[in-house]
């Protein structure tokens, strides 16, 4: 034990102060970690006979519409990003990412209830609820922790929610987290969802769908939602990440896109796709459901703030229409 010891820590003295070093000795494997192994490697050749094992392809260039791959000779057309106007690297994001940098600094190193948030951050709620139409909204790390965080604070055993069956899986997550009473519908069924709202006593009724399905491209129905919301005293929220920023004439999404601008009590979306290709998330609707947000919703409370220049990206892109002001072939 002695001998062991003496092999793990080695006392050095700069200066008269002791700095203990660690040295790392090559023995047996703890029989956790022999068990582990064991049973994750069997569950990774489960995922691999299922077909569903993940690849990671290594860019080695920007994210453009040509990217080069790490490992490959020359450039590749890329049609899977979500860089749906090619912002991701355009000149404009870059430069305002570079002052942002220079004026505010690489973060916060807190949460935004400490000392987390600076002027940026509010301006950006700001317009972003402005853009959206909105009272108030209220920044996270990434939609998922957007979603992650409202089913959980605003609704309780008391209340209900039902959701779309091919929802993203950030809203599953978040309603999982929830105590409401949870109710699923057929995908885009509205007889399907009415009856499960007008058999419903609970005290809020909360209907949550993707406003474009991401896997299957087809749109939710909103005006028929908005109906059911109408005659069932039921609020909708919509998940707009792969529609902000370019469905519709001025990139306002989905309501946009059907004709039913306001037609969201909630919207969930995020930063990291059409808008700016950055990192981030938001919720927008109510002043008083925002403010609980700020107060009770856990990846806003535990998470640092938001890195500053994804505001910058913002300030290129949100105080104009995303696909009024693009090349056409960047749409």
């Excluded at 925002?290 to 998470?303: A, D, K």
């Amino acid at each position: 034990m002695a001998l062991r010891s003496q092999l793990l820590r080695k006392v050095f003295t700069t200066n008269g102060n002791q700095v203990r070093q660690l040295h790392e000795l090559k023995g047996a494997e703890r029989a956790g970690v022999a068990r582990l192994r064991e049973v994750l490697e069997d569950r990774l050749q489960d995922i691999k006979r299922a077909k569903t094992f993940k690849h990671e392809r290594v860019i080695s260039s920007p994210q453009d519409t040509k990217v080069k791959v790490k490992g490959a000779e020359g450039e590749f057309l890329n049609f899977c990003a979500n860089n749906y106007l090619g912002l991701s690297n355009h000149p404009e994001v870059v430069e305002a990412a570079r002052e942002g940098l220079r004026k505010y600094g690489a973060g916060l190193s807190s949460v935004r209830f400490i000392c987390g948030t600076q002027t940026l951050h509010k301006e950006l709620e700001h317009r972003l609820a402005q853009f959206h139409g909105r009272e108030d909204a209220i920044l996270y790390g990434s939609c998922f922790d957007a979603n992650a965080g409202l089913f959980e604070s605003m609704l309780t055993p008391e209340d209900g929610v039902f959701s779309d069956a091919l929802n993203h899986a950030s809203i599953i997550d978040g309603i999982r987290l929830c105590k409401a009473q949870k109710h699923r519908y057929p995908h885009r069924d509205l007889s399907e969802l009415e009856h499960l709202l007008a058999h419903s006593d609970a005290r809020i009724k909360l209907i949550v769908t993707d406003g474009v399905f991401s896997m299957d491209g087809n749109v939710a129905p909103l005006p028929g939602l908005r109906e059911l919301a109408d005659k069932y005293r039921a609020l909708l929220c919509v998940d707009d990440s792969h529609a902000t920023g370019f469905f519709g004439a001025t990139g306002r999404g989905t309501e946009e896109y059907c004709g039913v601008m306001g037609a969201a009590d909630i919207i969930c979306s995020t930063l990291g796709k059409a808008v700016s290709g950055s990192a981030g998330g938001y919720t927008t609707g109510p002043k008083e459901l925002i403010t609980l947000l700020r107060n009770v919703s856990r990846p806003y409370l535990f998470s640092n703030a938001p890195a500053t220049c994804s505001g910058c990206f913002l300030e290129v892109t949100v105080d104009k229409p995303f696909a009024e002001n693009l090349p056409v072939e960047n749409v």
